[in-house]
Each structure stands twice: as structure tokens, then as C-alpha cells.
């Protein structure tokens, strides 16, 4: 969830990178290269080898040789299964951000489930707190999310135009329609469900980012304060008076 743009969509050619059954991989210059169908197994090798090399060393300081090596496997393959560096990374991305929408959706479901009967704001406050921790917790402190903003943090020192981002249109359209439930039954004042639910991503989540170091280890203390804090400003400003 990038600061400002929870709603923004992956970055083209974010979607569809080279898998192990020969689909076609997006190049970074728009064209599509078919790569051979291999394992499930040497492509996660790949992935998990380029995540950690491109994370502590930089992407561009990795060399497609290390890459191989590290996963154990031919640089011939490495280049058949995602065609270049840029496509590798891509599918990275694309692979954290999968991981973290199914994170993020199973604690929509469980916390705030569609239908969920809160007649009240102090009741919506308590709910809305025991997702933001349950989302402080598993995600900010995750491997996935620490190494897919890292990555992007990387690429935009480099190429400060870059587009490439970890996908959480679905996760932020499911919330605002959550959001827009509240809203509609008078418990929130929000003309703009989308616009709150940017600002409750920013006092919550991607404020417990901002405070730690990349990749992240946080004080778990420190993210449930930062949520319980976050949301009770989130009410102050939304909640129906």
C-alpha cells in the first residue's frame, strides 16, 4: 500500500509473469517473450533467490549469474523462465502483492465481514482497531510486505517516474465498500468512502511502515499503539456525531 494510493492499481505487466507452464512474460519494453514450461519448483527457486539478492544487494548491483547460482540453477534458465532481469522483478512484485491481498482479505473477512451488524461508532471504532492491529501485525512485520517495498523503494530511488507499485486495488475497493456501508447507515461522515479509506491506510498501516526500518522488524508495541492511535484519529475525523 503505497502513501497517498491505496487504490493504486499494479504497474503494466505486473499481471501474468512468466509461470511454470510457459505463459507469456511482459518485457520491459511492452513485448511479450513465451518462456518455456518448467517446474513449479525451479521458478520458486528463482523468485526466492532474485528476492533476497535484489533486496540486500540492489537490483541493479545483481547480476542474472548470481541469480542462478544462489537458486541453483542455469543462468540459461533463469532467462527462459522470466526472459530478463526486469521481468523478474516484475513477477516478484507480482508475487508479494498476492501474498498480501490474501492476507489482507482473509482479516476484511474475519473483522469486518460484509453485513456485520455494528449499530453504533464505538462499536465500529472497536472493530475497525481489531483489524488495524490484526493488519499491523501480520503485515507490517512480514517478510513480504518488508521485501515488496523495499524493492519498490529501490526502483524509485533509481527511476523516480517509475509506476511499479505492490497491487492493492482489490483490498482497498473491498474496504471502501465497507466504508460506504458505514457511511450509508450514518455511523461514518464520508462523502468520499475511497478518501477515507486512503486516510485510514495512512494513519494506520503506512504509518507503522514509515516508523521502522526497511527491511522491517517493528516492536509489536509500538504497531498496536500506532493502530489504536491511528483509528481513534480516523473516528474523530469520520465518525457521525
Not at 23 to 49: D, M, N, Q, Y
Not at 82 to 103: N, Y
Not at 129 to 154: H, K, M, R
Request: charged share 20%.
Amino acid at each position: 500500500m503505497s502513501a497517498g494510493g491505496t487504490r493504486a492499481a499494479s504497474a503494466p505487466g505486473t499481471v501474468g509473469p512468466a509461470g511454470p507452464t510457459g505463459t507469456p512474460a511482459a518485457t520491459a519494453g511492452g513485448t511479450v517473450k513465451t518462456v518455456r514450461e518448467g517446474s513449479l519448483e525451479k521458478r520458486r527457486a528463482i523468485l526466492a533467490a532474485a528476492r533476497d539478492l535484489f533486496v540486500h544487494q540492489g537490483v541493479d548491483r545483481v547480476s542474472m549469474d548470481a541469480i542462478a547460482a544462489r537458486a541453483g540453477v542455469s543462468k540459461r534458465t533463469v532467462y527462459d523462465y522470466f526472459g530478463d532481469k526486469r521481468s523478474l522483478f516484475l513477477a516478484i512484485l507480482s508475487d508479494v502483492s498476492q501474498s498480501l491481498l490474501v492476507t489482507v482479505g482473509r482479516a476484511l473477512d474475519e473483522h469486518l465481514p460484509e453485513g456485520a451488524r455494528i449499530a453504533t461508532v464505538p462499536q465500529l471504532e472497536e472493530t475497525l482497531t481489531a483489524l488495524a492491529i490484526e493488519l499491523g501485525t501480520t503485515i507490517v512485520g512480514s517478510a513480504d510486505y518488508a521485501a515488496g517495498f523495499a524493492l519498490v523503494a529501490q526502483e524509485r530511488l533509481r527511476t523516480p517516474a517509475t509506476e511499479d507499485d505492490i497491487a492493492t486495488e482489490a483490498v482497498a475497493r473491498a474496504f471502501t465498500e465497507r466504508l460506504a456501508h458505514f457511511a450509508a447507515a450514518g455511523l461514518l461522515d464520508a462523502d468520499d468512502p475511497g478518501l477515507a479509506a486512503d486516510h485510514f491506510f495512512a494513519l494506520t498501516v503506512l504509518l507503522a511502515y514509515d516508523r521502522q526500518p526497511v527491511p522491517a522488524h517493528p516492536d509489536p508495541q509500538r504497531v498496536r499503539q500506532t493502530m489504536v492511535d491511528g483509528v481513534r484519529a480516523f473516528i474523530r475525523a469520520y465518525g457521525a456525531r
